[in-house]
């Protein structure tokens, strides 16, 4: 299946002041536990260890979050988080996959899930072409 990368604004910088937009592998997903859907937004990043989303996405599914597996992790700013692990249902495009992934309320709410190397890039075939701006995805069973 096939994704169009996201366009999303940025401010123009000292560095590349004529950039007005950046291009991101962000993709619509829905996580399901129990009974429960909800739809989301994620980024798909390779250098990602796990799969993480907002604490506030497993209350919408009546995860009690903090129940999970714990998990101390350090992100890309260097600062240290924790998430709690729970195995939910995550569907992308018509795939249906089993995922052990991350709470967190250290994750921004208004930002996206993250689809990392466990968790994802183990159970799919994963091709970034941004010239012609979009992501292919294959399931690998």
Same mark, same amino acid.
């Given at each position: 299946?096939?994704?169009?990368?996201?366009?999303?604004?940025?401010?123009?910088?000292?560095?590349?002041?004529?950039?007005?937009?950046?291009?991101?592998?962000?993709?619509?997903?829905?996580?399901?536990? +129990? *009974?429960?859907? !909800?739809? $989301?937004?994620?980024?798909? #990043?390779?250098?990602?260890?796990?799969?993480? &989303?907002?604490?506030?996405?497993?209350?919408?599914?009546?995860?009690?979050?903090?129940?999970?597996?714990?998990?101390?992790?350090?992100?890309?700013? +260097? *600062?240290?988080? !924790?998430? $709690?692990?729970?195995?939910? #249902?995550?569907?992308?495009?018509?795939?249906? &996959?089993?995922?052990?992934?991350?709470?967190?309320?250290?994750?921004?709410?208004?930002?996206?899930?993250?689809?990392?190397?466990?968790?994802?890039?183990? *159970?799919?075939?994963?091709?970034?072409?941004?010239?012609?701006?979009?992501?292919?995805?294959?399931?690998?069973?």
């Amino acid at each position: 299946m096939k994704f169009p990368y996201i366009k999303l604004p940025v401010d123009p910088s000292e560095a590349f002041p004529e950039r007005k937009t950046i291009l991101r592998p962000i993709i619509p997903v829905t996580l399901e536990f +129990g *009974q429960i859907k !909800t739809g $989301y937004m994620a980024l798909i #990043d390779s250098g990602a260890d796990y799969c993480f &989303f907002h604490s506030e996405i497993a209350e919408v599914m009546n995860l009690d979050w903090q129940k999970g597996k714990r998990l101390n992790f350090v992100g890309v700013t +260097g *600062q240290k988080a !924790t998430s $709690y692990f729970h195995n939910v #249902d995550l569907y992308i495009g018509g795939w249906e &996959f089993k995922v052990y992934c991350g709470f967190s309320d250290a994750i921004s709410p208004k930002g996206f899930g993250v689809l990392g190397q466990i968790g994802f890039f183990d *159970q799919f075939i994963v091709k970034f072409d941004l010239e012609k701006e979009e992501i292919e995805i294959k399931p690998r069973r």
